[in-house]
């Protein structure tokens, strides 16, 4: 399993906004040019960010990006599930229609990916982006 390019970008995006003073707004141009992001990913991935309102946008002259939240409140989950999807390491985690043995309890398999998953999924909350900046 690999995360995208797309999900490297939002997370390094993420990043500059959340190292810039609380509130103020950064040009997309500057984020590109920082995070060494092209700026057509860019202007793709940030839609993402704004619909799971992680990021807010601002129109015009003057406009540009800023975190919705602060830092701390945003998580590396909350970036790779907003460009990704729900993280799900096997299909038959989220439609039990994949799995021939109808899921758990009676796959052996489907218990062990499920708490990987979990474990995974955890693992991406712990870090939150304020950890990052200190």
Known sequence: MTLNQATDYALRAVLFLAKQPQGEVSEAQIIAHQEIVPMRF???IM???IKAGIVKSFRGVG???TLAKPPGEITFLDVVEAVEG???INKCLTDYAYCTKHG????????A???VQAKLRGEL???NFQDLIR
């Open 125 to 127: 909350r712990a870090l």
């Open 47 to 49: 839609p993402s960010l």
């Open 104 to 111: 758990a309890p009676a796959c052996e398999i489907h218990s």
């Open 113 to 115: 990916l499920a708490d």
């Open 86 to 88: 729900p993280i799900a």
């Open 42 to 44: 860019l202007l793709k």
């Open 63 to 65: 406009g540009g990006y």
